[in-house]
């Protein structure tokens, strides 16, 4: 190989890698753009979020509450202990009608107050073997 050649073959190389090092520079230059952008948006305030369900996870993960829409369109939030176990729900019926429940420590229904077909409210109280106690109207 001639001196011309190797010279002009070293001349192609370095072209290339100064091509290499703009596209790598642009890559560098817009990876550290999104991160900047995705951090600096982090503290606005959303005006909407759109989601069928959330689930809110205490330090450890756990699920500790959610709200959630079901397939046949029956909304409800429900707060868990740190156990995982229900412990108070508030729901709309299939037909509509509001209920809030507490649960025992067993996941047991106790206390159920809600509206019924009518619009009449009710309240009935639950013992831990699940008999009614008390029941108004």
């Not at 370095?14 to 090092?21: H, M, Q």
């Not at 909407?48 to 959610?66: H, M």
């Not at 299939?94 to 509206?115: I, M, Q, S, W």
Request: glycine share 10%; aromatic share 4%; hydrophobic share 40%.
């Amino acid at each position: 190989m001639t001196t011309e050649e190797r010279l002009e073959k070293l001349e192609k190389d370095l072209a290339r890698a100064k091509r290499l090092s703009r596209l790598l520079l642009v890559a560098a230059v817009a990876t550290v753009a999104a991160v900047f952008l995705f951090c600096a948006g982090g503290n606005e305030t959303q005006t909407s979020v759109r989601a069928r369900e959330f689930e809110l996870v205490d330090a450890n993960g756990k699920p500790r509450a959610g709200l959630s829409v079901t397939e046949s369109g029956k909304s409800a939030l429900g707060l868990l202990d740190a156990n995982g176990k229900p412990r108070a729900g508030l729901s709309l019926s299939e037909t509509g009608e509001p209920r809030l429940g507490l649960f025992d420590a067993n996941g047991k229904v106790r206390a159920l107050l809600n509206l019924n077909e009518t619009g009449e409210p009710m309240l009935t109280l639950w013992d831990a073997s699940g008999t009614v106690i008390w029941q108004a109207p």
